[in-house]
């Protein structure tokens, strides 16, 4: 999956010589955190939510609400946006956009084509893309279990389980271990009945983790 496959087309923008205010009512009627800033369709900066807010004399001091309301009516967005923005582009990996987001702890990436602003995408975006991938939006049920670190370990795991009960698999989560270590593997089954498999992965030396196996036996009695 592509950022342009889960990335916004329709990006609420604001130019630079538009003022805090325009960009305050936006930010609050669109339900938005993030606006990036135009110039024609190239791409200049950013202003959040934040921003806004930092802009905004403190409650601490004795500014009136006419005085706020005048400051930002006459402040404008580029006296405040971020200028360096980390962008992305449209046919780079979803996973690259989600590790951006998390290494550099922010909340969006705009999404260009040279330097024209083509689509954003944002945290919210990504969690739901890998919700879907993930299965939990369908019927399923979640075994997790370790399974040895070693070439063909997975495969053998899959192979037992699909021999045994035929039960398709919605998605296979698994977990990246240093020095050998014995590795997780989240799978999440079509299926509302884990007793058989949990049986059979067990039964094959695998540890069980979820469910947990002592209390399913006895809730299974």
Known sequence: MLVRDRMQREVVTVCETDT???????????????????RGERLVGIVTDRDLRSAMPSSLTDATPQATAALLESTP????????????????????????????????????????LAGIITESDILRAFTQLLGVLEPSSRLEL???????????????????HGVSITSAL????????????????????????????????????WPPVESWMASSR
Not at 22 to 27: E, F, I, M, Y
Not at 81 to 98: C, S, W
Request: glycine content about 6%.
């Open 77 to 116: 967005v580029s006296a405040i946006m971020v200028r360096e923005v980390i962008t992305i582009a449209p046919d780079v990996p979803l996973e690259e956009a989600a590790r951006l987001l998390t290494l550099r702890r922010i909340g969006c990436l705009p999404v260009v084509e040279g330097e024209r």
């Open 20 to 38: 805090l205010a325009h960009a305050a009512t936006l930010l609050a009627r669109r339900g938005i955190r993030h606006l990036p800033v135009r």
């Open 174 to 209: 698994l977990s990246p271990e240093p020095g050998g270590a014995p590795q997780r593997l989240v799978l999440r089954m079509a299926t509302m009945n884990l007793a058989p498999l949990v049986i059979t992965a067990r039964d094959a030396g695998y540890r069980v983790i």
């Open 146 to 164: 370790e399974i040895p670190n070693r070439p063909g370990a997975l495969l053998a795991l899959l192979t037992l389980l699909a021999e045994r």
